[in-house]
């Protein structure tokens, strides 16, 4: 009842909405707006089953665009509850009507301003039936907060006010931008800590807020999305996006998301559920596939990182005025190809003369890599960026490519318990493709000829043992899955340690291989490659702040 009212105030353009609720609607439920409002036979005639000033033909059914159409949200309501309507066009005399269990009992005049109010009261008075199977008040306000917040969140233009039993609950002005609303609503923290989503696909606009993976399961996972600014529920998208959080999260854990997605309007058929809550898609790849594309281009972003600090975000008026040349942080920015060098761990292409030089970069306790930026301090773990690195490489590898090994002089030999001989011949395709020349020797024992080589440093035998032990009890089914799982143990297992110590040209090359990855910020396990401490945090811990 409330999601249809409000639905009927943006239709008539409101750039304002009050709601009061008392006892969770059972007792009271007011919506009050400053839209077009109506004349008086108008709002006699919008309390008659399908009667309706939004269709007016029927091409107005194709692509439309009004939250509600059908004309008979007002007549449902009125027939089982005490409905009181005020409306008026412009300033002055409007019309008030009242009415109970779908009769119009009186029609009068009333003095206010342009806009409508809908007062229902004694819900379901003369159905106790349905009043025996309404919610207590507080499960119903739960379920209005739910409908507020999602409006609220769609419609950042309007303007919203909602007490519950004489209590402000929200106060939200109208809002520029999502991140605003949403600081409004849960937080300046909570906003803080989200990636801007912004990216363009054929026809398909994918836009919003996704959580950091560093931050994936620390807090409550909220969950937005709409299209065509409707919200709406869409499991496909939603998947859509948490596929593309593959090997930046661990499994089982679900992103915050808060997605809004524009496509045209004759693609999408928003007449397929009663309460307009699901759409059906013309093309419904494509969308899912813009969606993924979209949060996945966020992930592979620098700001992707873990950052300690001041929040890369502040509302209006908190945050610092912008230097002459705002400082960024950006791997493209720092880093440019350099050419090999002679104890490189990585190869790389030649330099560009137009590109920017790799920043100087010290090893901490041989395990991270450190620069400094006029932001503050970035530190990247050695193993989990070279893991990242790998990963990517290997996976394009078993996706079509091929990958150049080495011949040994000496063939090496492998005895495997039954459960790794089992794991080998699952995935033996796979690792022929990586590079691995194997063949049987009788039992469970293999001859290894061949062999990879991602870097000088790579232990062989150590690597294809840990990796066979991995994916021992592996029972994934899809081949996709199969590809990824292997090429996240194999970098796993043949990335660098912890605790090697690398040359000045191995922390370049490693650093240039990094930036040039798709998911440079997080490792396939989902922690993070990079983090940034900014000089806020830094200057706060010896009390300069």
Request: glycine share 8%.
């Amino acid at each position: 009842m409330v999601k249809e009212l409000i639905e009927n105030a943006l239709d008539a353009d409101a750039t304002s909405i009050e709601l009061a609720i008392e006892e969770g609607g059972r007792q009271l439920i007011r919506v009050s707006d400053d839209g077009c409002g109506m004349p008086r036979d108008d709002a006699v005639l919008s309390l008659e089953r399908h009667a309706t000033s939004k269709i007016r033909t029927a091409h107005d059914l194709v692509g439309v665009r009004s939250f509600g159409f059908r004309g008979e949200a007002l007549a449902a309501i009125c027939s089982v509850s005490h409905l009181e309507l005020e409306t008026a066009p412009d300033d002055g005399v409007g019309t008030i009507v009242r009415a109970a269990g779908g009769v119009v009992l009186e029609v009068g005049e009333a003095a206010r301003r342009r806009g409508t109010t809908v007062k229902v009261s004694r819900l379901f008075y003369n159905a106790p039936a349905r009043l025996k199977f309404l919610r207590g008040a507080r499960s119903e306000w739960r379920a209005i907060l739910d409908v507020v917040g999602a409006m609220a969140l769609t419609r950042r233009d309007v303007r919203v006010a909602l007490t519950h039993d004489g209590k402000a609950v929200l106060t939200l002005p109208a809002a520029p931008r999502l991140r605003d609303r949403l600081a409004a609503v849960y937080g300046t923290a909570f906003a803080g800590r989200l990636l801007d989503v912004d990216d363009v696909s054929g026809t398909t606009h994918v836009a919003g807020l996704v959580e950091r993976p560093a931050d994936v399961g620390t807090a409550t996972r909220r969950v937005f999305v709409s299209v065509n600014q409707r919200a709406v529920r869409d499991q496909g998208l939603v998947r859509a996006a948490e596929a593309a959080y593959r090997s930046t999260i661990p499994s089982g854990v679900r992103p915050t998301m808060f997605l809004e997605i524009v496509v045209a309007a004759d693609s999408v058929d928003v007449n397929v559920h009663p309460a307009k809550a699901e759409v059906r898609f013309r093309d419904r790849w494509q969308i899912e596939r813009a969606v993924e594309t979209a949060v996945r281009r966020a992930l592979g972003t620098f700001d992707a990182g873990a950052t300690f600090g001041r929040p890369a975000w502040l509302p209006p008026g908190l945050a610092p005025a912008p230097a002459a040349t705002p400082p960024v942080v950006d791997l493209d920015a720092l880093a440019s190809p350099t050419s090999p060098t002679e104890d490189g761990l990585f190869e790389a292409e030649e330099a560009d003369d137009a590109s920017s030089d790799v920043p100087p970069l010290t090893q901490l306790h041989r395990t991270y890599m450190m620069f400094e930026h006029d932001q503050g301090v970035v530190l990247i773990d050695q193993h989990s960026a070279h893991e990242r690195v790998l990963y990517e490489q290997f996976l394009r590898t078993l996706e079509g490519g091929e990958q150049p090994s080495q011949r040994l002089l000496f063939p090496m030999t492998l005895h495997l318990g039954p459960a790794e001989a089992e794991a080998f011949e699952q995935h033996r395709e796979l690792f022929e493709r990586l590079g691995f020349e194997i063949e049987g020797f009788g039992g469970h024992t293999l001859l290894v000829r061949a062999v990879p080589m991602p870097h000088p440093r790579f232990d062989a035998e150590r690597c294809l043992r840990e990796t066979l032990a991995t994916l021992t009890g592996d029972r994934e089914s899809g081949a996709h899955a199969r590809h990824e799982r292997l090429a996240a143990t194999v970098a796993c297992k043949a990335a660098i340690k912890a605790g090697d110590l690398l040359a000045p040209g191995e922390m370049r090359a490693l650093f240039v291989a990094l930036r040039d990855t798709t998911l440079p910020a997080h490792d396939v396990h989902g922690r993070a490659t990079i983090v940034h401490l900014t000089w806020d945090e830094i200057e706060r811990r010896f009390g300069r702040r």
